[in-house]
């Protein structure tokens, strides 16, 4: 049975798992986005998104906080910058993880994790005006009230 085992360990002891996390997380500021596997991005996703959420209140003890699971000067502060204001707005949901496909040595599952805010893709308004909608309905529509009149 799988009662009580929520979490993920990945296959190693509690230090490597604490020491991995930091140090993809850290990567995951720095970076905006990393590929690795599918299920250490889920566990990635866990961890970092508390710490975000902990970087909205700006003050010495948040700081210090993240800098204790985080251990990297820059990225604690490039989190605490300018250009993550836009991510320190959102309500949750920092990250995004997509599925990329399987690794050819193993079959790892492959995946991206990213945060959501620096995705030039999604969030530029030209890709909203590139969406293509058939026009069947309207025609429909106005071929029904020629006949009608």
């Given at each position: 049975?799988?009662?009580?085992?929520?979490n993920?360990h990945?296959?190693?002891?509690?230090?490597?798992?604490?020491?991995?996390?930091?140090?993809?997380?850290?990567?995951?500021?720095?970076?905006?986005?990393?590929?690795?596997?599918?299920?250490k991005?889920?566990?990635?996703r866990?961890?970092?998104?508390?710490?975000i959420?902990?970087?909205k209140?700006?003050?010495?003890?948040?700081?210090r906080?993240?800098?204790?699971?985080?251990?990297?000067k820059?990225a604690v502060?490039?989190?605490?910058?300018?250009?993550f204001?836009k991510?320190r707005?959102?309500?949750?949901?920092?990250t995004?993880?997509?599925k990329i496909?399987?690794?050819l040595?193993?079959?790892?599952?492959?995946s991206?994790?990213?945060?959501?805010?620096?995705?030039?893709?999604?969030?530029?308004?030209?890709?909203?005006?590139a969406t293509?909608?058939?026009?069947?309905?309207?025609?429909?529509?106005?071929?029904?009230?020629n006949?009608?009149?």
């Amino acid at each position: 049975m799988n009662h009580r085992k929520k979490n993920n360990h990945l296959g190693r002891k509690k230090e490597h798992v604490k020491s991995l996390l930091s140090n993809m997380s850290s990567s995951l500021i720095k970076e905006k986005r990393i590929y690795t596997t599918l299920g250490k991005a889920k566990v990635l996703r866990k961890y970092i998104e508390p710490i975000i959420t902990k970087s909205k209140i700006d003050t010495t003890h948040s700081r210090r906080n993240i800098f204790s699971l985080l251990r990297d000067k820059k990225a604690v502060q490039e989190l605490f910058e300018e250009s993550f204001r836009k991510v320190r707005e959102r309500s949750g949901g920092y990250t995004r993880i997509i599925k990329i496909g399987s690794r050819l040595g193993d079959m790892g599952k492959l995946s991206l994790i990213e945060l959501v805010d620096f995705n030039r893709i999604y969030n530029s308004k030209q890709s909203s005006k590139a969406t293509r909608r058939s026009g069947k309905k309207k025609r429909d529509i106005s071929l029904i009230s020629n006949e009608k009149n």
